[in-house]
């Protein structure tokens, strides 16, 4: 697994490891057995609002965004399922809007940093939340691969 890490606000590197577990875990779970590669970038509101506005005609800011180097590809699961080196694309993470929703959610930073980074790898690996039924096999997964809520 290659993670390339960048957060562009500071006082967030312990990310880079919590991540790595993370897309361990989730891989696990998936039962998939390629080598990925991807980036997670961490940005403020500005930074996220204006790939918004560039790459999806959406005029504010958003918690995540995933860039899926696989989208449309026809062989993804074959090359998911492999074993040799696939890119998987970029995520995005806003760290003041994860802050907000943290507070807002009533949990950890931790937490929501966590849960947006496992959204934002399942909708590389293809999943998506468009209709109610995809909704809920990806918020289903997004429970098992993420730890319990602390109360």
Do not use: W
């Amino acid at each position: 697994m290659e993670l390339d890490f960048d957060s562009q606000v500071s006082g967030y590197e312990k990310y880079e490891d919590i991540y790595l577990g993370l897309l361990e875990k989730t891989f696990n779970h998936l039962g998939l057995s390629c080598e990925a590669i991807l980036s997670v970038t961490l940005v403020d509101n500005t930074f996220i609002h204006q790939l918004n506005r560039e790459y999806r005609n959406v005029d504010r800011p958003t918690d995540v965004i995933s860039f899926a180097f696989l989208d449309g590809d026809e062989q993804r699961d074959e090359k998911l399922h492999g074993h040799g080196p696939v890119p998987l694309g970029d995520i995005y993470i806003s760290v003041e809007k994860a802050k907000a929703q943290a507070e807002e959610y009533g949990h950890p930073l931790e937490r929501e940093l966590s849960f947006l980074f496992v959204h934002g790898l399942l909708h590389l690996l293809g999943y998506d939340h468009m209709t109610k039924e995809d909704e809920a096999v990806m918020f289903k997964l997004q429970d098992e691969i993420l730890p319990p809520k602390e109360n």
